[in-house]
């Protein structure tokens, strides 16, 4: 790791060092986020399986030879990689010393996991009480089921009310809960940082997948506790708006989208359409009725919209400040002035999105080659000789690939 991708006293959460005993996308998401805000992040990965099992999850036609796939790049910058065997006792006693050095801890076990190795909660509490353990589950810590994004998109209700009316459910392309769950467990972690800064103590806490999913529902939800009204599959529409979400083709090819979410500008809508009398003929004016006449509404608004090009509609929609968006692809969207904020690495390497939204920009080290980092940690970290990490390599409990880099 280069001097400038280091740590600065400037940064939030300099000094403050985080053992990584999760994979996949939750847990090294929060860990990326801490990274990002400053703190030192030591990622544990198994040398017996490959690490982290995502390095080899790749996309059709990516070629990736040094187990840096997108997938893993997505979550994994700014960390040091230590390959280490903790079914070892040797490999078990450097991450307890390990764990004496750091302030936080991210694990992922399987409930009942972490116990057999030696490394859960009140175990690693003992080592050091000041430690702000935050593990994430499938469905909680006293529920054995592992946990899959896929399958808890689908127990949540997420995929029933996702895809289009006369479609089936659908999985969101994107790993919804894992992303979810991880705003949840940089919460518990940033919280436990807060209450120790005033009690000297840390703190043990668990995040679900399957409870990070239900507090998303949000008014979806709320719907069905409030009024009984079950959500169903609408395409992209809004079950309280309209006409919000929905997506229009203009007349030379482009979708956009409209996300009216008052009266006034529906109004403004209207008149920029020249719609007004007819959707005040239909009884349109007010949203609880626009919601209640869907299909009146879109018979109005679908050919009126598919008489003007993208560009006069959007000058149109901007000057009545309705608002409005063209539909970009993914590429047009990283493409943008503002994203590039965000994107990390250079074309040819490594490429990724930060997650701490307007945080200190920290310049931030390109995800680590399995056991990239194994010997300096244990140097650096732990004061151990070359003779010691020699030892732990021919013993096949560390794997330190630092060494060919």
């Known amino acids: 790791m280069s001097q400038s991708n280091l740590p600065q006293p400037d940064q939030p959460l300099y000094g403050i060092v985080v053992l990584e005993l999760a994979g996949v996308l939750a847990g090294p998401s929060a860990g990326q986020y801490l990274a990002e805000l400053g703190a030192t992040v030591i990622k544990i990965e198994n040398p017996r399986n490959g690490g982290d099992v995502t390095r080899s999850w790749r996309i059709e036609g990516e070629q990736v030879t ?64 000041r430690l702000v353990c935050v593990s994430v589950t499938g469905y909680g810590a006293d529920d054995p ?36 769950a991880a705003h949840h467990i940089k919460e518990e972690v940033l919280l436990g940082l807060l209450i120790r800064s005033t009690t000297g103590k840390g703190r043990s806490a668990y995040v679900s997948l399957f409870d990070a999913a239900l507090a998303s529902l949000a008014n979806q939800g709320a719907g069905w506790l409030q009024s009984a009204v079950e959500p169903r599959r609408m395409g992209s529409a809004h079950p309280s708006i309209a006409p919000y979400g929905t997506p229009y083709l203009t007349a030379d090819g482009h979708w956009i989208v409209l ?111 399995f056991g990239e980092h194994s010997a300096v940690v244990l140097r650096t970290v732990l004061g151990m000789t070359d003779q010691d990490v020699a030892k732990l390599v021919v013993a096949k409990v560390l794997l330190d690939a630092g060494a060919a880099l």
Not at 72 to 95: E, H, M, P
């Open 259 to 369: 996300a009216v979410g008052t009266d006034k500008q529906f109004e403004r809508l209207t008149s920029v359409l020249s719609l007004t009398h007819e959707a005040a003929a239909k009884g349109l004016g007010r949203n609880e009725a626009r919601v209640e006449k869907r299909a009146e509404l879109e018979a109005l608004l679908r050919p009126a919209v598919n008489k003007l090009s993208a560009d006069d509609l959007e000058n149109r929609l901007q000057q009545e400040a309705i608002p409005f968006s063209r539909i970009a692809s993914v590429p047009q969207a990283l493409s943008t002035r503002q994203a590039q904020r965000l994107v990390l690495g250079e074309a040819g390497g490594p490429r990724g999105i930060r997650t701490a939204i307007g945080q200190v920009k920290r310049p931030l080290s390109p995800p680590p080659r």
């Open 145 to 180: 089921r592992s946990g899959y994004d896929a399958a808890i998109q689908a127990e949540s209700g997420f995929m029933s009310m996702n895809g289009q009316p006369d479609g089936p459910p659908t999985k969101m392309p994107v790993a919804l809960v894992d992303v979810l």
């Open 66 to 129: 040094d187990g840096r796939s997108a997938y893993f790049s997505c979550c994994n910058w700014g960390k040091q990689s230590v390959a280490i065997d903790i079914t070892a006792r040797d490999g078990l006693a450097v991450v307890e010393h390990l764990a004496k050095k750091s302030d936080v801890v991210l694990s992922s076990y399987r409930p009942g996991s972490a116990e057999r190795l030696h490394v859960d909660h009140d175990a690693l509490l003992r080592l050091n009480d």
